[in-house]
Structure formats: C-alpha cells, structure tokens
C-alpha cells in the first residue's frame, strides 16, 4: 500500500474547500513529515485550522508557488479547479482526490472542459473501480482511508451504551445542496418521517438529530423540526458536535450517500439509506447497508 511519500515530489501544496476531500487530505497528512503549503477556504478551512493550527495557511497562488506537487479536491466549487488549471500551466505535478462516489464526471470540467489531474487518490476499492472505469488514461491509487478509520474508531470509544433495539435515538445525515433543488434536498427527509411506521422504534421514547452537511446552516432545515416535531419525543438540529460524537449517540444512522454513512457501518451502527422509492439508483452499495425503500 502506498504513501504520500511515494507518489508526492516536494514541496507539496495542497489545495481543498469541500469537508470531504480536506478530511481525506488532512488524515493523509497527519503521516507526511515534509513541509506542507496549505490553501484551505469554506468548510475546509475549519477541518485544517482543528487540526494544524499552527500550519499557516496562504493564497492558492502562495501554496502553488516554488510547490513541485499539488493535492486537491474535487468539490463542486472553483477554487480546487482554479489550482490544477495553475498546476498545469506551471508544469506541477497534479493529484486530485475523489473522497466519495457520485458525479465523477462533473469533478474536473470547467466552463464546459475536461481537466484531467496526473494522479487521481482514492480511500477505498468502490471508489477505484470506478475512478478507473470513468478515467482509463489516468492512474488511480488507493491509499489506506485513514480518516474513516480514524472517525469510525472514535465513534466506538465515545459510545456510553450499546445501539438499543427498538430504536430510540436516529442520527440523519444531511445532504449538500449543490445540482440539487430544494425539493430534491429534503425529499428524503420528508421519506423517513412519512415512513418511521416501517423501522422497529421505541413506542416510549423516539429522538431525532438532523445533521446537516457541513455547507449549509442548520437554518434551512426548521421547517422539517416545525413539521415532524410533534411525532416524536424530540427533534434538534445541530451541526456543532463533532461527527464521530452524533454517531456515538445514535442507535441509527440514516442519509443519502453521505460519507458519514461508510463512518456509522464501519462503527457498527445500523446506517440506512433514506432515497426515497422512485427516486435515481442509489450509489452505495455497500455490505449491511438498509434501505428504506425496501422496507
């Protein structure tokens, strides 16, 4: 299995805006003992700040400068873009990270172009095979996913008790908005709450966190609490607590294709997929994983 040390030509840049790719970079980092130049903006910023707070960060330009190899993201917006085009156009090595498995295509155009990074770095086999189906003239490496064992093994020592059946507290995992409309963004929210009936709950005590992604306020979700909060014992929004912290509490996960999900399974806490009936062709398909849909 592969290093950073074996792949990376230093100085090394690293360039992230979205939680996922930083979380992916960040834990890779924690083994890399050369020095880092680090733009980190948005979610990102704050995931670095926590963990490196006295690695400075710069401009995109400032980390690019003199650096020999770039690592960024691949969120949906422009700053990691911007980078690999200003990685290129001064022949830097150029690695990108897919943390997750939807919309690879999408990950790397810009203004109706492909941009194809030299690398591409994955946590996990799902995410290979399918960076390698999607880009066969790129090589795609798989490095230990250290951040989901990191996270998954937090959420294990934090537990108090073990996950109660019936079910008494549910953990739902907010999507980001991006391609999506609102509609879209909620719908499967609204799915579970229209279809508690179906999971084996506690008929005396039933609590609710929504967890929304690390892009949106937790503002945009109180409809949803002022709507379902009379069906259950308790319904909060947070988005303070660290992730590993909310999956401790919780006796089932539920989402979408959130990463948090592949956290919750690999802690061992029932996770299920909430997409509702109808509704795309879901995009994880990993072991133990519940469907509400089945249900």
Known sequence: MKRLEDIVIPPLAVVSHDAGG?????????????????????????IWENSFPNNKLLSMNKALEDS?????????????????????KRNIKNIAV???????????????????????????????????????????IQLPNSYLQQ??????????????????????????????????????IEFLMENLNKINLSKKLLKINLRPHPSES?????????????????FTINSNKELYKDIAWADLVVGVSSFALMISLKAGVPTMSILPTG?????????????LRDM
């Not at 937790?218 to 308790?234: G, I, W």
């Open 279 to 291: 509704q795309n062709i879901p995009e994880l398909h990993h072991t133990n994983l519940l469907y």
């Open 98 to 140: 897919i943390d997750h498995w939807t919309e690879y295509e999408k990950r790397f155009v810009h203004n109706g172009k492909e941009l194809l990074p030299d690398l591409i770095l994955v946590g996990d086999k799902y995410a290979l095979n399918k960076a390698r189906n999607f880009f066969p003239s790129v090589s795609v």
């Open 151 to 188: 996270e998954a093994e937090l959420s294990s020592s934090q537990r108090e008790k073990d996950c109660k059946t019936p079910i008494e507290n549910i953990l739902i995992i907010g999507e980001p908005l991006k391609d999506k409309t609102a509609n879209e963004q909620f719908m499967p």
């Open 218 to 234: 937790t503002a945009r979700y109180s409809f949803l609490k002022n709507k379902y909060e009379d069906l259950v014992t308790e």
């Open 22 to 46: 930083a979380n992916h970079i960040i834990s890779w980092l924690k083994d890399y003992n050369k020095k880092v130049r680090a733009c980190m903006e948005g979610p990102a910023k704050i």
């Open 68 to 88: 020999k190899t770039l690592i960024s993201g691949t969120g949906a917006g422009d700053l990691e873009r911007f980078a690999r085009i200003q990685a290129k």
